[in-house]
């Protein structure tokens, strides 16, 4: 094959440019414009070169024959005009891969079926034998791509994808495929006169990897041990393996004469893991370092030259997810503007909205498709300005901001505080957004306060929610007379899976507080949670006035408070089920710390829905069941997602189950858009008691909780 040849080096949309340039660059010069790829004109070293070198291809492809095809007969036939036995032996495999647009034939499975009954049938009327199917590493590769009926037939020289470079051991999920990595770097100007590149969330290490080959002049596909054409009969084995030789000799040369500074951090332990095994695999170990940081901690490393920051942050797919991420995206702006002034900074993102959060305008962006997903790569240059916050109108802003979180806070203060002694109350709440813009809750524990950010509204930037959270813990010593040391505050992050129930800190301070003459254990530190839900008061309160001489099922039970009150309302048993043992301990000190001691108190670990589903007919039965379980769940402990709005129904029947006649389910929930499925509930008694259930301190904002009586 010297006399030249026709090829397709296809390729994701949006680089096809930087693909012509690649090849160009390998000095194949015949090359033309096309549409997802780029058509090539070569001898076998050209294609063999893209094969090797190629960072942005995703297949080299060698055309056998155009034909129109309307419909599958036509497709056969035409296959059948190539003689398969200068491709493959009959003791070969192969294998099909199909891509229709808008084709009369409709179905791809069936075209690619109908090209490999074509090749095994011709194969079996000359030599009464057929070659086999082989999905993962055929002798050939056959592509047929239809076009309003135009086919084109070609043989894949690539095998598998090219993004698959050979050195991948390990990946975290949904990582970038090399490929994309590669057209991100070059976009932003990879690899720059200082060879000094930084991502911030590298994850598996992509990013990191693609960018030390090419900094080296690492041929991508020298760690690959499978093509298309090791095993087609056309191959030249001396031609592909000189090629691999001088890849291999430029490596090792570069290797010893090339300096970079490459590093990479990632607040997630196990995608560091990850990055370290990929990056040991492509050998790259003295060219890149991984660290275990989040966003904030990040800082440029001790160079006297500027860098690239270069970084692929997850684009959120539900709304509520997308509004947290805008958090992160905060933080990357700010990380910039603070550590790496100077620097050139590339944000790719499928996302626009959420690029906004950066808080910088970028100065250039590109289009580049994920898959089917259309994102952009934004660039930024990053020029410290002098800070605003000391100047006349920004102190002017600040503390007109101040006096409006100050004077909401004081009125309620006043009120809620008188109010709180007369009825000896130690814990509550003093103020819940109660303006919009200033989004948090502040609750009164004793002689702390506990301030919880609030997620803010989608109209409010992220930025000035920020400031204005500030100013909310700003005023609060003076407004509330407390010292700096007895408040506690929680900042929003995104929470992910089994996070939402771990501790989230580690300092251990605990002390007692007093509800009704009954005491609790708080710990405001180290979960999201303190160990009491202040608004569930008056419902504990209701279910210690009916509990006497009843047997108390709590489900869904946290620290136990409810079972509590119902011990001290005389229960004959009380029946705590959670799946934490963390919870269940806490609960039983709770117990231990009002005096409650009895053989008829029990404490279940399990998964409340599983165990609901084990109970039978000769199960204990109950008079009053209280059940408050979470909005959501997929916690490891559990079989399954639970999701309040969909698993509410199946959950109260079986609750009913158990209930003795003429016992009382209290069901509770704070999904502010629950909805009852009466329909599906019809068979019982529901009572709503939701605002008789609503305590003074939570008036202001009753879609803290929902509560009904079920009879």
């Known amino acids: 094959m010297s006399e030249p040849t026709q090829f397709f080096a296809s390729c994701p949309k949006g680089f096809e440019d930087l693909l012509r340039n690649e090849l160009k660059e390998l000095g194949i010069e015949q090359v033309k414009d096309s549409f997802s790829g780029v058509p090539f004109e070569g001898e076998l070293k050209d294609a063999y070169k893209a094969c090797l070198w190629s960072r942005l291809a995703s297949r080299i492809l060698m055309p056998l024959l155009s034909f129109e095809a309307e419909n599958e007969d036509e497709l056969y036939k035409h296959v059948q005009q190539i003689d398969w036995s200068e491709h493959l032996d009959v003791s070969g495999t192969l294998a099909v891969n199909s891509q229709l647009i808008n084709s009369t034939i409709n179905n791809s499975q069936y075209a690619a079926l109908k090209v490999k009954d074509a090749i095994v049938d011709q194969f079996m009327a000359r030599e009464n034998e057929r070659p086999s199917v082989d999905r993962d590493t055929p002798d050939i590769r056959i592509n047929l791509f239809i076009n309003k009926d135009q086919a084109i037939l070609s043989l894949d020289l690539s095998g598998d994808p090219l993004h698959k470079r050979g050195y991948r051991k390990s990946h975290v999920a949904a990582p970038m495929k090399e490929n994309l990595a590669a057209a991100v770097l070059i976009r932003a100007g990879w690899p720059n006169e200082s060879k000094v590149l930084v991502d911030p969330m590298c994850g598996s290490g992509t990013l990191l990897i693609e960018a030390a080959f090419m900094a080296l002049d ?15 009969k056309g191959h030249d084995g001396s031609l592909w393996n000189e090629l691999k030789r001088e890849a291999q000799q430029a490596r090792d040369l570069n290797l010893n004469k090339i300096s970079l500074d490459i590093k990479g951090y990632d607040e997630s332990l196990d995608s560091i893991r990850a990055a370290n095994f990929n990056i040991e695999a492509a050998g790259l170990e003295d060219f890149i370092t991984v660290d275990q940081r989040n966003i904030a901690s990040c800082q440029a490393p001790d160079s006297e030259e500027a860098g690239l920051v270069v970084v692929n942050p997850p684009y959120g797919e539900r709304l509520g997810e997308v509004r947290e991420l805008g958090y992160l995206y905060a933080d990357l702006g700010d990380c910039w503007k603070q550590h790496f002034n100077g620097w050139a900074c590339s944000l790719f993102t499928g996302n626009m909205e959420l690029a906004k959060q950066v808080g910088l305008r970028s100065h250039k962006d590109n289009t580049l498709y994920n898959g089917p997903i259309k994102c952009k790569l934004f660039h930024y240059k990053i020029n410290k300005k002098k800070p605003e916050s000391g100047s006349p109108k920004a102190i002017e802003k600040d503390n007109e901001s101040k006096a409006m979180i100050a004077n909401r806070l004081k009125k309620n203060f006043k009120h809620l505080s008188k109010w709180a002694r007369r009825n000896k109350i130690e814990c509550y709440r003093v103020y819940d957004a109660d303006l919009p813009e200033f989004s ?12 919880q950010e609030y997620q803010a509204p989608a109209s409010i930037d992220i930025r000035k929610a920020r400031q204005r959270f500030k100013h909310i813990v700003d005023v609060i010593p003076e407004v509330l007379s407390v010292d700096k040391s007895h408040m506690v505050i929680k900042q929003r992050q995104q929470q992910k899976g089994q996070n939402q129930y771990e501790r989230q800190a580690n300092k251990g301070y605990e002390f007692t507080v007093e509800e009704n003459n009954l005491k609790f254990i708080i710990n405001l530190d180290d979960y999201l949670d303190t160990g009491l839900f202040l608004d569930h008061r008056d419902i504990r309160a209701r279910i210690r006035d009916m509990s006497d001489g009843m047997d108390v099922l709590n489900l869904f039970a946290y620290t136990g408070s ?23 301990e806490w609960a039983k000190q709770n117990f231990k710390l009002n005096g409650l001691n009895s053989d008829s108190y029990y404490f279940i670990k399990s998964d409340c829905m599983k165990w609901l589903k084990a109970q039978n007919s000769q199960t204990k039965t109950y008079d009053l069941i209280f059940v408050d379980p979470p909005t959501f769940s997929n916690s490891k402990s559990m079989e399954d997602v639970f999701d309040i709005q969909k698993d509410h129904a199946y959950l109260i029947k079986q609750c009913m ?11 509770s929930n704070n999904f502010r858009k629950f909805r009852l499925d ?34």
């Open 218 to 232: 690492i041929a991508p596909g020298l760690r690959r041990k499978y093509f298309g054409f090791i095993n087609w």
């Open 562 to 584: 409810v079972s509590v009150y119902a011990a001290a309302g005389g229960a004959k048993s009380v029946t705590t089920i959670d799946m934490s043992n963390t919870y269940l």
């Open 678 to 711: 009466t329909k599906a509930l019809q068979d019982y008694h529901i009572e709503n008691i939701t605002r008789q259930t609503m305590p003074e301190d939570f008036k202001r904002n009753q879609k803290i909780h929902n509560c009904w009586f079920i009879q």
């Open 440 to 451: 948090a809750a502040i609750d009164i524990y004793k002689d702390w306060i506990h301030v």
């Open 657 to 667: 189950k158990l209930l003795n006649p003429g016992g009382v389910l209290i069901f």
